[in-house]
């Protein structure tokens, strides 16, 4: 069976060695030899590991995606990293994001028809983010934009100068990819190694990003913005009855509930009662199968998707027609043939 990811991470290793170039000044990084993994420093004093050596070795992961009876198509999104193209100075977080668009793009090519790619912009600067979201995606040809939970140490993602940045998104038709990041709620969900923050404060992080959207009205005043919601839809499927009784004084003319439900979320969940719920809540047609690889693995996750107990029809709207629909994946076109023409 063909089989696309919609929930996929490769990291191009050219951003962190050129982090790794800065000796003053923050963010910089280094490379611990131990697992090949780049350990991030921020101005703050904090340390961010944002991967370990596989993520860094595009042709392993796919071969491994490929190792499992499917042929395993693959979308990459950016992951924790996001909050570093905009929580930098502008210009090092467009040369960055400049140089990550084009790595993106260049795998997109090589890989022609088996991986889409999507793009990152320093939100920082307004018209900066869509002069890049307008190269990443018109010229360089990825598939969509990334955003990070936060934007710095205090900025958000519902920021009023941000509408201007939805609009060209909603304009151009591409999916906006929300994904939890490593920058915020660390003051609650720290110790135990890291346990307490994995659990639940990347849920946290990204539900409040998606949340954030729909209180302040730009999924109102969106409404053919696309939001991919990764990780089942955090907390928000399961505390929806919740936000439609406390949100009241957001003044939606919709219950929080309809916006919510608008967005179209993946499988990434270890625990098959949580995906089924998650197509329950979005529908059958807005969710599509992602293994998170390499932070999970597509072994477990075509098992959870497996123990859920969905059709065959529903399965392959799943794993694969609706992120061929919902992300506007295409193939690559082949020139015609000419016939040889005599001089």
Known sequence: MRVIDSHFHWYPRSVFEELCKRKTGYPRAELNPKNGSYIVHTADGKQR????AIWFELDQLLAHQNAHGHQMDVVCSLGPFS?????TSVAEGLASAQMWNEEMANAQRKHAGHLWASGVVPLQDTRIAIDELD???NKLGLIGVNIPGSIGATGRIDDPRLEPFYDRVEELGVPLFVHPTDAAFEEILDGYDGALYNSLGRVIDVSVCAYRLVLSG???RHPDLKVFMSHTGGALPYQAGRMDKNSKSAKLPKLPSVYLRRMVTDTVSPHAIGVKFAVEFYGEDHVMYGSD?????PESALRTLEEAGFSKAVQQKIMYDNA?????LKDPVEAPLRDNVPA
Request: proline letters at 4%; one cysteine or more; a positive charge.
């Open 49 to 52: 590991s944002y991967s370990w």
């Open 83 to 87: 909050a570093y193209f905009s929580e």
């Open 135 to 137: 190269r990443s995606i």
């Open 218 to 220: 730009i999924m109102e």
């Open 293 to 297: 690889y390499p932070c999970w693995n």
């Open 324 to 328: 061929r629909r919902i992300l506007g």
